[in-house]
Nanobody, 120 residues
Framework: VQLVESGGGSVMSGGSLRLSCLASESINFKAMAWYRQAPGKERELVAS???????NYVPSVRGRFTISLDGDKNTLHLQMNSLKPEDTAMYYC????????????????WGQGAQVTVSS
């Protein structure tokens, strides 16, 4: 599966952005997730969705970010509201080859990354 990300940008604190991750084929029933990595920091799992309807979020974004899948358009979204400067990072989508959205495996597909910058 090839993934192409879009929707990054620069916003003021409190603003919103929606990231999109377009897949080259159907990703229905796949485990998937959004990660982010800020300069000098480790990769962080932000939001995930299993092959069904179970969604999980890192506590720092819960209530502000929403992960969703548009199955008809093969597109994974991350809606980000009430953005804060600490949300500034490169964001990556991943579609897992395995069952669990938080576990790396050799067959995973990753997007190219989308930069999100939030200024105060």
């Amino acid at each position: 599966v090839q993934l192409v990300e879009s929707g990054g940008g620069s916003v003021m604190s409190g603003g919103s952005l929606r990231l999109s991750c377009l897949a080259s084929e159907s990703i229905n029933f796949k485990a998937m997730a959004w990660y982010r990595q800020a300069p000098g920091k480790e990769r962080e799992l932000v939001a995930s969705q299993d092959g069904g309807t179970i969604k999980n979020y890192v506590p720092s974004v819960r209530g502000r970010f929403t992960i969703s899948l548009d199955g008809d358009k093969n597109t994974l979204h991350l809606q980000m509201n009430s953005l804060k400067p600490e949300d500034t990072a490169m964001y990556y989508c991943v579609v897992r080859a395995g069952r669990f959205p938080h576990i790396d495996s050799p067959g995973d597909s990753w997007g190219q990354g989308a930069q999100v910058t939030v200024s105060s």
